[in-house]
């Protein structure tokens, strides 16, 4: 091990001296290879020692090695494995800084700033190394972009791209995720990948307004797209809103019904009667067989819709749209989460609304009488298929309607799905409303989430704690209620003032006048199940 350190002492030697005499290109060119070549903390320490003995003089050298490295990727000179360590390296120098700030070599520390002002000017060379076909050189990328400082000024072009390859990064780190653990192998590796990429779109998140609506808008369409809907629980839909069978599970069975028409037709011709004969192939083995589709495991759902939840609320939590680089603002009590800014919200909002029914216009906030829900039939029913196909849609809106007044930008949708509720609830005869569990808790959440950004007052929006206690027509009662309120007290936006105290937007409920009559039918269903919903009346006292 001594006579090992003492040859690579001698060759540091050798190379400063080649370095000091061949010129700037040849102390690059050296540079630039130890950090491609270090596999250790020891071996990356003697680029640092080459530095430190050359920066003396000759100017520039960490910028032109990682001008030289940068280069070397974009001619597709280095392998998986030498891209992967070189992507390591510069990560290892970067996140030095912050160990020297706790107390080490002040030396050590001017270089690692350097590199990482170095690396923020190319991360537009550095970002498409996210979506490498090899997930260790993709994991590489995602920890020294989360490392690495962005810079002061970059083009939006640049910004969007970097962005939109993180958040395809994010998803594919998920899957990743999720099989690694299914196997047993690499699982950590795959949960480390997901926690540097859910911090790299937080930082792009707190960079700029445009950063962080692009980052948003492509986390909701990311987690609604076909391609990733089985990671949240989904299902691939139609335009219609339909469950359709994944055509990558259907089996091959190995004929071709061409071939089999055509070996048939020279065996028997029957052309030009009315008893020409067509094969169609063996019963039993066409299209009408209905494959199983893999069922997604509880778990993994549950894991990637809080990993999605969380790293959505960091972003709508940051202060990118203040213009802040450094990160997100802290809240005023420590114990406290940030509170979700409005504007970002309302992103989310209406990315969700384009998702979810394109046909629908902005501007429909007002709540129309029921009875116009007979002229919107076909979209309520895509609505409510889409959100039967997509679990992920709730906590969604739970997040929109955190930031208040965003979730008034979702009315069409609230309305939407409110409306086939009414009319399951109005033609079910079932005894209970729990023996219709996913209604029940449709109409649950729904009502909790307008509850939560005070479309509702308290009084109504506590109705959903006795739907598992009611009859579908009981609950259709409530309901209805809930939509005539609606209807006499629009979703607008300019109802919600903004409380410096809480820093939140609330909505004073003493200026829509009285909401006794609303309540009335609540008070009734209460009386009728009063051995059972007893415990409840205080909930709904006025």
Known sequence: MRLERKRHLWLHQL???????????????????????????????????????????????????????????????????????????????????????RGAAGVQSSMAIQVGSAVSGHLHDFGPLLLHGDPAVSHAAVRLLSCSPLPRTSSPAHLLLLSRAAVTHFFVALRRRGEGGKVGRDAGHAGEAVNCSVLLLSRFAAYSPLTLKAVLQQLVEGALHKGNADLFGGQLADMSGAPLTSPSVSPDIGASLLDINCRFGTTVNFSGSVWSVFHAGVIGKGLKVRTATQVPDPSGVIQNIQTLLAVIVQCCSSSGLNGSINGSRPPSDADEPAPINAEAAKVVAVTLVENVCPDVANGELSWPPEEHARTTVERDIHIRRCFEAHPVLFPLLQVVAAGRPALCYCSAVLRGLLATLLSHWEASREMLSTDSPWHLQASCLLVSCMGEGQLLPPVLANVHEAFPHLTPFEVRLLLLAVWEYMRGNGPMPQKFIFSSEKGLFCRDFSRDGDVARYVAPIHSVLHKNIDRLGHLCWRFQL
């Open 15 to 101: 190379l400063c001296l080649l370095s000091v005499y061949g010129g700037p290109s040849v102390a690059t060119e050296a540079f630039c290879q130890l950090l491609t070549q270090a596999r250790n903390p020891e071996e990356l320490a003697l680029a640092w020692q080459l530095h430190t003995t050359l920066s003396s003089c000759m100017a520039g050298l960490i910028p032109a090695a990682v001008a030289r490295c940068v280069a070397q990727i974009h001619t597709h000179t280095l392998g998986p494995r030498q891209l992967r360590q070189l992507l390591l390296n510069l990560a290892a120098a970067i996140q030095s800084q912050d160990e020297e700030r």
